[in-house]
């Protein structure tokens, strides 16, 4: 390494990042001068971390909206069984779907869980059998229908406090 050259590594994050978190959770408007206020840094300061959380994914500040609300007539969950050899490849085509908006790998009888929504059931009907079970690896799927939300708050704070 040349001499006063930073290593290429990720900045772990700090009680700083994880009160800027919090404060984000309870709400994604905030502006950066009253996070800057309540921890007691500069508004650059701020800036630039928050950049930093974006850019290497510890957040993403996003309006989280109710799907059932906005219009969607199904919502749901699919748990998908894969050939575990073709994981991989069944989660790249799975996160190219649009109606599906989350995927991840699991634990338990299924390999993959995604979460969807559908305008009608036709709708989701060609997802599963026209879009998922054509992709190679997927051995089966099962869907469970999101009927009414009771709880969804993203207010966690973070593990590293």
Not at 57 to 68: D, K, R
Not at 90 to 111: C, N, P, Q, R
Request: with cysteine; glycine share 6%.
């Amino acid at each position: 390494m040349k001499k006063g050259a930073a290593p290429n590594r990720k900045k772990t994050i700090d009680h700083i990042d994880c009160r800027m978190i919090e404060l984000l959770q309870k709400d994604g408007r905030i502006p950066n001068t009253d996070i800057a206020k309540e921890i007691g840094i500069s508004e650059a300061t701020v800036r630039s971390r928050l950049n930093r959380l974006i850019e290497e994914g510890y957040i993403q500040i996003v309006a989280v909206s109710n799907p059932i609300k906005l219009g969607f007539k199904i919502v749901g969950i699919l748990r998908i069984k894969a050939d575990i050899t073709k994981i991989e490849s069944v989660t790249k085509e799975l996160s190219k779907i649009k109606s599906i908006w989350f995927v991840v790998h699991a634990t338990g009888d299924s390999d993959i869980y995604t979460e969807f929504v559908a305008r009608s059931l036709d709708e989701l009907n060609d997802v599963i059998f026209n879009q998922i079970y054509k992709i190679k690896g997927v051995v089966r799927t099962e869907t469970s229908l999101i009927l009414k939300y009771i709880k969804r708050r993203y207010d966690w704070g973070t593990a590293l406090t």
